[in-house]
């Protein structure tokens, strides 16, 4: 959570080791939409436990991060990553070189590779994941 609006709102990515650590669980990220020309909030969710209260929470929900464990589904509406990543948009973050975890290669989950040596690259690749998601919004209905 401590680098996550710095990369998705601003578009420059920090490595989460070298920043203090949060205790923010919820994080409110504003987004203006190309594909829906106009603004566009996000809630980002460290821990479903306090904030799926009840299932229709999940209705809302549209993108999951990933970091290739199984047992983070455990809590999930959905905790067969094979099955919840038919619903909702799955990303999975890495560094360009490292080992995607072989459990990610097998889940329809879209890889989003930040590179250490070219920090110019992090808004080209935030807005990559943005496209993304607002295309998968799109083919769900979201208007």
Same mark, same amino acid.
């Given at each position: ?6 990369f /998705?709102?601003?578009? $420059? ?6 920043l203090p ?9 504003? =987004?203006?939409?190309k594909?829906?020309?106009?603004? +566009?909030?996000? /809630?980002?969710?460290?821990? +479903?436990?306090?904030?799926?209260t ?5 209705d809302?929900?549209?993108a999951?991060f990933?970091t ?9 509406k959905?905790?067969?990553p ?7 948009k799955?990303?999975?973050v ?5 080992? +995607? ?5 097998s889940?329809?989950?879209?890889? +989003?590779?930040?590179n =250490?040596?070219q ?6 690749i935030?807005e990559f994941?943005?496209e993304? /998601?607002e295309?998968f919004m799109?083919?769900?209905?979201? $208007?």
């Amino acid at each position: 959570m401590a680098n996550v609006k710095s990369f /998705l709102q601003d578009g $420059k990515f920090q490595d989460s080791t070298t920043l203090p650590t949060t205790n923010t669980n919820m994080l409110q990220i504003t =987004r203006q939409s190309k594909k829906f020309n106009r603004p +566009v909030k996000f /809630l980002v969710v460290n821990n +479903v436990d306090k904030f799926f209260t009840k299932p229709e929470h999940w209705d809302r929900v549209v993108a999951i991060f990933t970091t290739g464990q199984e047992w983070q589904f455990k809590n999930y509406k959905y905790t067969q990553p094979n099955v919840l990543f038919q619903k909702y948009k799955g990303f999975y973050v890495g560094y360009h070189g490292d080992i +995607v975890p072989s459990t990610v290669n097998s889940w329809n989950v879209q890889i +989003v590779e930040i590179n =250490r040596n070219q920090r110019f690259r992090d808004r080209q690749i935030s807005e990559f994941f943005w496209e993304s /998601l607002e295309k998968f919004m799109a083919s769900k209905g979201f $208007k």
